[in-house]
């Protein structure tokens, strides 16, 4: 069955940290990835997404995702959070049918980031 | 400006009611799609859409009814027949080809008393 996993529920992290968000997902064909951003009470905007070609993704607000095949991870990374990070992140998998293209998108129960002062 | 839009941002209902979330797209997607979240729990899709007069049942369809009259608009109508009605709904579109994101509404949280 086709799945994605958020290893982390919550990540605390320091104003001006690091910070990694992991996702892994499950799957026997072809895949397209993304990464989404919730601010509390809103819809989720597109971060990123990874279709084809370099395995490196750069997106919005200085974030990044690497696409690693043999791990089937697409992990999120911003190398210096700041306090408007603080959200919930998902990770989305897109899969199209044999038949014929539809996209679904599967979705991760999400992460979320605080940061803090 | 294109975009989704959902009403009402909140909305509240009484036990045994139907209630109905709208949903209108001005992107010129094909595809449209409703999902409930909870928390904790990610996404859910209900009920998608590919195409007008057309629409299939997601994860978690029970409960829940959909038209897709034009092009524009995918309203949701919860019935009296879901059991948990009260999440936080979002609407989505999508040019409905593989690899292509899906654009997000605002969302309409529904609380049933």
């Known amino acids: 069955a086709q799945s994605v996993t958020q290893l982390d529920s919550q990540v605390p992290v320091f104003e001006e940290a690091p910070v990694e968000l992991r996702c892994n997902y499950s799957s026997s064909v072809s895949v397209y990835l993304f990464w989404y951003v919730q601010y509390p009470n809103q819809g989720l905007q597109l971060l990123l997404k990874?279709?084809?070609?370099?395995?490196l993704v750069k997106g919005i607000n200085g974030f990044e995702a690497e696409f690693n095949k043999s791990q089937t991870s697409f992990h999120l990374r911003k190398p210096s959070v700041h306090i408007s990070d603080t959200a919930e992140y998902f990770c989305a998998v897109s899969f199209t049918r044999v038949s014929g293209g539809y996209n679904k998108l599967i979705f991760g129960a999400g992460t979320r980031l605080a940061v803090h002062p | 400006d294109g975009g989704i839009t959902q009403s009402p941002k909140y909305l509240f209902r009484k036990e045994g009611q139907n209630v109905t979330l709208s949903c209108e797209q001005n992107?010129?997607?094909?595809?449209m799609y409703w999902y409930r979240q909870d928390p904790g729990q990610g996404l859910r899709l209900i009920y998608y859409?590919?195409?007008?007069?057309?629409?299939q049942k997601g994860d978690i369809a029970e409960g829940y009814s959909v038209s897709r009259e034009k092009k524009e608009s995918f309203p949701l109508t919860v019935t009296s027949a879901q059991k948990n009605p009260t999440a936080f709904y979002l609407c989505a579109s999508s040019l409905g080809q593989g690899g292509t994101e899906a654009f997000f509404g605002q969302g309409t949280r529904l609380t049933v008393v």
């Open positions: 992107l010129n997607h094909d595809a």
């Open positions: 990874y279709l084809s070609g370099s395995t």
């Open positions: 859409s590919q195409i007008v007069n057309d629409f």
